[in-house]
């Protein structure tokens, strides 16, 4: 998988106090034949997995609502993002990892969940590749009334709302954040709700 037209010549090591936070020295070839130097700082805080869970019969999702710090210092007010559940891999393969996910986030206990995209969300910058699903719900699968795991200190509200309520949050800027956005996107371009 090595790219002729890269070579990597130094790796430093910024930080690794949560993830990974590298500077990369390297030579890129650029369409002209000619070579330039970069230095970039790549964050490396592993792949990830989300889901959008709906149910056809109700025409509702589930989504969660917690606090990000990134967010609240980069203008967010409150901090509060709505969001699809999801999760870091860890050791998971990513449909292992989203149905942990989401019964630690939601209380749901699902099997079957279909992978609908992989995508890096922050190429510039962040390594993660995000895998993306979509998964069916109904209430017999409620074990717990999730929240998150407390060992991660995780404070999550889970919100069922109607998908056309939750679609609504687009438009008016209530939900902000990528995954969510284009796994609402999906379910409305395939009709799945």
Not at 169 to 191: C, F, P, R, V
Request: a negative charge; charged letters at 25%; glycine letters at 6%.
């Amino acid at each position: 998988m090595k790219n002729p037209t890269i070579k990597i010549h130094k790796t430093e090591l910024l930080s690794d106090n949560w993830y990974i936070l590298n500077k990369v020295t390297f030579d890129y070839q650029k369409k002209d034949d000619s070579w330039i130097t970069q230095k970039r700082e790549v964050y490396d805080r592993g792949n990830g997995a989300a889901i959008l869970l709906y149910n056809t019969q109700q025409k509702t999702v589930i989504l969660t609502r917690q606090f990000r710090l990134p967010t609240y210092l980069n203008g967010n007010e409150t901090g509060m993002m709505i969001e699809v559940c999801a999760g870091l891999l860890d050791q998971d393969n990513p449909e292992q990892c989203i149905i942990r996910e989401t019964e630690e986030e939601t209380g749901y206990r699902i099997s079957k969940v279909q992978k609908v995209m992989e995508t890096f969300m922050s190429p510039g910058a962040v390594t993660e590749i995000l895998y993306l699903f979509v998964g069916e719900y109904n209430e017999s699968m409620k074990v717990n009334d999730g929240g998150g795991v407390e060992h991660e200190e995780e404070n999550i509200e889970v919100m069922e709302m109607t998908f056309d309520e939750a679609y609504s949050l687009i438009e008016s800027g209530q939900i902000q954040d990528a995954k969510t956005i284009m796994l609402l996107q999906y379910a409305k371009i395939h009709n799945l709700v």
